[in-house]
Each structure stands twice: as C-alpha cells, then as structure tokens.
C-alpha cells in the first residue's frame, strides 16, 4: 500500500503534498529549530483550506542577503525574521513600514513583485494580546524591563497606544537613552522602583530563559516561624535549583492587585518573575499571545486572508507546556 493510500481521510496526504503549486514561507534566525512558529503556521494554513507551507531556515550571522534574494529568486511569499537578523532585515527592505523605519528593524518580509517590504508586528502583537485580554495602555502608566529589539517595539507601541507614561529599565543605561528617544515625550529612562507605581510592567529581557523549566514555589517555614517562599526553577544541566524572580534590579515581589505584568517569555510558561509576580496578586501574562498575535498579523499580510486564532492558540497551547500556558501563567487580564 502507497504512503499515499495510507494518510487517514481528512489529513493532508504526506506523498502529494507539498506540490508544485504549493506557496512557501518560513522563518530565518539564528539558532532556529527551536521555534514554534513552523507550528503555529503550518496549523493556521491547514486550518484556512490553503496550500501554503512554512518552514524554518537557519541562517547564520552575514548570511542574510544571500538568503533574503534567494527566498525571493524562488518565489517565496514572505519570510518571519528572528535573531539575530531583525536590524539587516530592516537594511535590506525595499520598502519600510513606518514602524521599521522608527525601530530600524523588521520581524516580517513580504516578496511583493520585485519589492521586499519590511513590517515590525512585535508591538502590534503585544498590543493585540494586551487589548484582547481587556488592558488598554491609552492613559495608562507603563514599565518595561530591557531595551532590547522586542523591550524597544513594546516602548514604541505603548507610547503609541497612548500610554501616559512609559519609565524604561535597563542593566545598560545608555541602551535604556536610545530605546527612550522612540518617543520622548512619554518615555523616560527609570530607576528599577519606579515600576512599583506602574499599571502595566512589561518584562523583555531573555533573564528568565536561563536554566528553563517553570519556576515552582516552595512554602517552607523560616527561623522566626514566619512562612517562606522558595522558587525553584531547572539549573543549566536541568537539574532544580532555586533560582532569583529579580530582573535588572526590579523585584515582582513589589507588584501586587490592579497590576498586569508581562514576561515576553513563553518557554518556560511560567518564569520566576510571573511566579513572584502573581503570588503577590498581580495578573500575569506570558509572551505566547505576542507570538500568536504577530504571526495572525504575517498570516494577513502574506496572504489577505483572517487567520484562524483559535487552531493557533490551541497549537502553542499543547506545545509548550503539559498544562495550558495561559493558566500556567494566571487567570487573564
Ligand atoms: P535583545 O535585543 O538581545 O535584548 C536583550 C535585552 O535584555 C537587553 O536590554 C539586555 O540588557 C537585557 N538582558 C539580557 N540578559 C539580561 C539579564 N540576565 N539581566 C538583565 N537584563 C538582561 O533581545 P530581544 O530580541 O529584545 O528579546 C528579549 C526577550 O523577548 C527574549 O527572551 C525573546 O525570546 C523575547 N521575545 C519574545 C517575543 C514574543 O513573541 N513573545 C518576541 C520577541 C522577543 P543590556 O542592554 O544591558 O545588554
């Protein structure tokens, strides 16, 4: 019996399928085989009835033009852009969405007859996952931790959603200058503390990536007889070890009720910052609505057509965590 004869009714048939009229997409970056976004494509496309195909290309550092011109010399209708590549992406464009050109980095590419444009949905995924949990930044106070790409197109979109105030904190404080100057007017470089008065806190640095696993809390009783609370996370060799919630001097244990708080992390679901973070009684999120929300917006782009977020959701949902990542990460806004 053919492969072909054996593909279960309704499952897309392994032998025929990509054909020649299949249209390609992907993701370049640097290291790539980790990334969801093959997932959480592939799902939405087969969902949507169409014949795309996405895949994951890992291109090294000074590769990216080789790669770029011949993703568009065969065919390929539009490409995601992860590190380290977002800044060259941007370079490279022939036309720039007026967030590329602010951010000086793109997370899209689009091959559009004989034009490369450049979109940045970082922000916009972040504020779609932000509004679809019920949070409207217009007149709120804002914190975001990191000044990196993704702490930058946070800053961006936020001041641009009409925050009140965006205070940005940065182990660096010159990069903390740049990422102000997006939008000065309403961002300001801030002391770690100054995110104890905040509505929004926004956690964009890769801190709580380091060791993996979720942070678990330990009750244990101290020398006075008062509780404690451990957090334990896994160790680089995966072994459990307690680990530090603090990230660039700011504590989550200083946030608590009527305050959201963000870790751009989704793996692991629940960091040690979100943990502390929502034992304190804060609402937490994690940074799977982001990625869902920026890929729904490449999905528009590329091919005119709605996505369909619920298949997109229930994808990453089973697939970064055995529990569903957003209840691992708190009860949403
Ligand atoms: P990046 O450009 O390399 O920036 C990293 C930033 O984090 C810098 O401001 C750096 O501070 C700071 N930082 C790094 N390690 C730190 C540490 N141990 N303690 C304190 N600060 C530290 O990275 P990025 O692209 O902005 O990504 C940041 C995080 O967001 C990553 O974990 C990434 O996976 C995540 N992300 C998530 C999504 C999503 O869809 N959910 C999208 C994009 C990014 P210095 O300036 O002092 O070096």
Redesign the pocket.
Known sequence: MSEFAETPTGARPTAAWPSSTTAVAGVIGFPVRHSLSPLLHNTAFAAMGLDWSYLAFEVPPGALDRAVAGAAALGLRGLSV??PH?DAAARLATRRSRQVRRLGAANTLRFDEGAIVAESY?GD?LLDDLRDGGFDPAGRRCGV?????????AVLALAEAGAHEVVVV???VA?AWRAAALAPTVVRVGRPDDLRRTDLVIQ???????GGGPARETATVGPAGQAEHLLTGQDEEGRDAEVSPV??GVDPSWFGAGQLVVD???DPPLSPFLAEARRQGATVRN??G??VY?AARQIRLWTGAEPPLEAMWAAVAGDVSPADPQAAAGPSM
């Open positions: 992860t590190m977002k970082d995924g931790i990191g000044a990196g790409g993704a702490a930058r197109a940065n182990r660096t990069a964009a640095t890769p801190a709580a990536m380091a990230v660039a751009l992390v989704y940074g799977l982001m990625l920026q």
